[in-house]
């Protein structure tokens, strides 16, 4: 394993109170976007991902000097503003849903405190890697991790890279 991977992080985000939010694929792509503009922007190395109904799980490494946890604050902030528009106006209904009575916000749609692990070894790697990619097939979304269109499992699988984002994590 190249060792330029470390310090690589497993990156976990749930929907507030595991809702199906990014049920819909007009979510799923919001997350993608955001994901493909970190890795063209140089903010991240995207290793793995999996976008699920009520949660994301990515591996990703900051690039650079950027710092993880800005990175992780800002994605979170983005996402959740282009999901409200999205919602806003194709479904308020469900908007209403994420409304909250906080100070700093009018709606709320990812938990706070997500769960980010570092990832220190070659098989704490290799054990999320797969955590994530069975996440699909765990929930009986399909047969094979490479079947789910949301995930990175067909690039391991292929080699071919969809979604233009993507680092081998043995490089």
Known sequence: MNKTIYPASFFTATNLNWQPLLYPDRQK?????SLQFLHSDQRI???AFVIMSNHIHLIWQP?????????????LKYTAQQIKFDLLKYNPLVLEEYKVTAIDREY????????SIELYSEKVFLQKLHYVHANPVRAGLCMYAEEYKYSSARFYETGIDEWSMLTHYRG
């Open 45 to 47: 190395t995207l290793y």
């Open 63 to 75: 690039y650079g000097d950027h710092e993880p946890k800005r990175i992780q604050h800002s994605f």
């Open 29 to 33: 792509r919001i997350i993608l976007s």
């Open 108 to 115: 709320q749609f990812w938990e706070r405190n997500p769960l």
